[in-house]
Structures are given as structure tokens and as C-alpha cells.
């Protein structure tokens, strides 16, 4: 949800679609509402609309058809253009969307994404920015704890919140993260993440030291695979796993589960690739 202009559809069409942030300035309005349906993680499918932003559909998403829009929702994503012209409209659109959603869906996740951050260059400028939409949104969000993110179709902030949204919508993660953290300890790996297969959206990492997993090196690691299959794609050869070697790492991507992908970083020389490699191929049948 958003306001014309705001996003909505090329952040939909970069992480489901293949696009590129470039294609998208070809995208026309969406008409009313663009329904699509996602299969993740295996089973899992996500229903996502997008509510064309235009004055006329809006007046229908809030008024005859606020029950059909509005009932079911599991996730709001809200969509802040950084470069709107009238920011009070955007929060009174988000208030009403908010009003409808404690009436129809009050057990919502929202999230709400300030977009287009590439528009500030200043990295303290950008994090000022989010701090002063984050404080404005929570003070009216009431019941709803908005998870606030700064995104940019440009660069990895785009990926890395999407991660966020989808972190919390599989329903088995702390499972998943369970038995990540022990392959990561019993394997002696660095780091080991998880990415869903058809996106390569971050789903799970963990690090085997005290360090917290750093989701903005796994995204930038994340768009380059995926820039790299596309290409593979394009040339039709498929693509399959990457491993890189260096003296002071190996880095695995192979394909995990039928829904996942695994990378695998290890940062002893004493571990022979082959063997990490055998250690992934031994525990796919423990995560499929
Ligand atoms: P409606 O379908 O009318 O509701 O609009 P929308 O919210 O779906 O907007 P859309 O995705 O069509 O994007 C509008 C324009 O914004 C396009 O020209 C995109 O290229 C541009 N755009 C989208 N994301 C970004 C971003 O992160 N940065 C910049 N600079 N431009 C963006």
C-alpha cells in the first residue's frame, strides 16, 4: 500500500520478478489491484497484493471495498515515497489504512518502507531520515509496532528489509535457525546462511563466533548471485554453485533444500573444500 509513484510495484518486480532496478521506470500505474501468488520456502505461498496507489482506487480500498482489502491481512507493507510533496497525505492514508486494519486484521504485521533513499547521498542524512519517519510512525500507529526500514530499489537495503518481512512470516524459523547454528558449529564454519531459491532473499544466517551474522554483507553477496544467475540464465547455461578461494576463505553457494540455497563460508586453511562440500551434501537430507 502507498501512494502512486511511491514504489510498490518495482520493489515487487525486482524481488519476484527478475527486473532490474533500470526496467522499472517502463512500469505503467497499476490498475486497481495486481494480485500475485508466490511459491516460497517449499509450501509456503504468499498472496501478495498490490494496491495501485492512484486517488480513485484508494477512495474504493477505503470505502466499498475496505472488508475485502483489508480482512485477512497477514503483513501491511506500507510504502512512504521520500520525495512526496505532501508527506501529511501519505500519513493520513496510512492512518486510514491503519483504522481498517485494527478493525478487519488486528493481528497484522506492519512494516512501513521510507523508499527511494538513494535520493540522499549522506549516510547520516539517510539514518536521520528513518529516525524522524520512525518516531512519527510509531507515535501514531497505536496496537501495531511498525518495523520501519530506509529502501532503495539501487542498492541492498531493498533485500535486506524484504529479509526482515519474510524472517518473520515462515512459521518454523527458530527451528531452522536451530539447526543452522548447529551445522554451522559441528561443520567448524564461520558463517552459514540461507537463501530462499527463487529470490535469493536472506532467510536465516548464523556465525560461529560471538559476532553478530552481518545481513548487509549476505545481501551484497545475495544480489550478486542473483545478477550472476540471471546472466547464466541469459546465456542459457544454468547456473548451479559458486565456491571461491582465497588464502584467508572458502566460500560455498550450492543448492541445499528444494526451496533453498547454502552458503558456506569457512575461514580455517586447515578445512579442505571437499570436505565442506561433503558436509553440506551430508546434511541436505537432514534439512529437506
Ligand atoms: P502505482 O502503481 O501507481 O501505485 O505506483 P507504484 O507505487 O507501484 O510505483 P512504481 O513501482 O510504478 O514506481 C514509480 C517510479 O519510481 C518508477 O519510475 C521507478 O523506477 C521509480 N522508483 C521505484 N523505486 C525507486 C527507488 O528506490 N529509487 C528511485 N530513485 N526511484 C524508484
Redesign the pocket.
Known amino acids: 500500500m502507498?501512494r502512486?509513484?511511491?514504489?510498490?510495484?518495482?520493489?515487487r518486480s525486482l524481488i519476484f520478478a527478475n527486473y532490474s532496478a533500470s526496467d522499472?521506470?517502463r512500469?505503467g500505474?497499476?490498475i486497481d489491484v495486481e494480485h500475485s501468488t508466490v511459491q516460497f520456502m517449499g509450501d509456503l505461498g504468499l498472496n501478495i497484493w498490490?494496491c495501485?496507489?492512484?486517488h480513485k482506487y484508494l477512495d474504493n480500498y477505503l470505502n466499498e471495498q475496505k472488508e475485502s482489502i483489508f480482512g485477512n491481512v497477514e503483513v501491511l507493507i506500507f510504502?512512504f515515497d521520500l520525495e512526496t510533496t505532501n508527506k501529511d497525505r501519505e500519513y493520513t492514508l496510512y492512518d486510514e489504512c491503519l483504522l481498517n486494519l485494527a478493525q478487519y486484521s488486528r493481528d497484522a504485521k506492519v512494516y512501513c518502507l521510507v523508499?527511494?533513499m538513494?535520493?540522499i547521498l549522506d549516510s547520516d542524512q539517510k539514518a536521520a531520515m528513518v529516525e524522524t519517519y520512525k518516531k512519527a510512525l510509531n507515535k501514531r500507529s497505536d496496537m501495531f509496532q511498525p518495523g520501519v526500514y530506509g529502501?532503495?530499489?539501487?542498492d541492498h537495503t531493498l533485500y535486506q528489509a524484504w529479509s526482515q518481512i519474510v524472517y518473520a512470516l515462515v512459521p518454523n524459523m527458530a527451528t531452522i535457525k536451530r539447526h543452522l547454528s548447529n551445522f554451522c558449529r559441528l561443520t567448524d564454519a564461520a558463517e552459514v546462511v540461507l537463501f530462499e531459491r527463487a529470490t535469493f532473499l536472506v532467510v536465516c544466517c548464523t556465525s560461529g563466533d560471538e559476532d553478530e551474522p552481518q545481513l548487509e554483507k549476505y545481501m551484497t553477496i545475495s544480489q550478486g548471485i542473483k545478477h550472476y544467475r540471471n546472466t547464466c540464465t541469459e546465456q542459457t547455461s544454468p547456473f548451479r554453485s559458486v565456491h571461491i578461494r582465497t588464502r584467508a576463505y572458502s566460500l560455498f553457494v550450492e543448492p541445499f533444500t528444494k526451496s533453498t540455497y547454502i552458503l558456506v563460508i569457512t575461514a580455517d586453511p586447515e578445512i579442505e573444500p571437499a570436505v565442506t562440500k561433503a558436509n553440506i551434501d551430508a546434511a541436505r537430507s537432514h534439512f529437506a
Do not use: E, F, N
Open positions: 502507498g502512486s509513484g511511491a514504489g510498490k510495484t518495482s520493489m522499472t521506470r512500469l500505474a497499476t498490490d495501485g496507489g492512484q510504502v523508499h527511494k538513494d535520493k529502501t532503495s530499489i539501487w
